[in-house]
Nanobody, 127 residues
Framework: QVRLVESGGGLVQPGGSLRLSCTTSSEFDLDDYAIAWFRRASEKGREALAC????????YYSSVMNRRFTISRDKAKNTVYLEMNSLIVEDTAVYYCAASVRNDRLGFLIEDDYGYWGQGTQVTVSS
């Protein structure tokens, strides 16, 4: 069964950092799937953050990230990370990873392109 499992969320103070992990099941070969991070804040729609392509590991970021977040992957561990720095209260949300078999238009971070989703991990930024 294809699965994605997020971890690493929690409570952090403003200005702090967190690293989220998205670990995929063995059926997922990161050479075949692009992996993206999205988030959904309370009473808001899901927001695209970043993705890493399957073939060459190229990274794409949403303009809202303002270079505070970094996506990376470790193919040996079947894991994709989202390093988040200088966190602000507005970053509070449930963070999801998702997988896509597409390799085109990844830079547009289109939610409908992603057919596999994890259950999400809560990130709360509060003092």
């Amino acid at each position: 069964q294809v699965r994605l499992v997020e971890s690493g969320g929690g409570l952090v103070q403003p200005g702090g950092s967190l690293r989220l992990s998205c670990t995929t099941s063995s059926e997922f070969d990161l050479d075949d799937y692009a992996i993206a991070w999205f988030r959904r804040a309370s009473e808001k729609g899901r927001e695209a953050l970043a993705c890493v392509s399957s073939r060459d590991g190229r990274k794409y970021y949403s303009s809202v990230m303002n270079r505070r977040f970094t996506i990376s992957r470790d193919k040996a561990k079947n894991t994709v990370y989202l390093e988040m720095n200088s966190l602000i209260v507005e970053d509070t949300a449930v963070y999801y990873c998702a997988a896509s078999v597409r390799n085109d238009r990844l830079g547009f971070l289109i939610e409908d392109d992603y057919g596999y989703w994890g259950q999400g991990t809560q990130v709360t930024v509060s003092s």
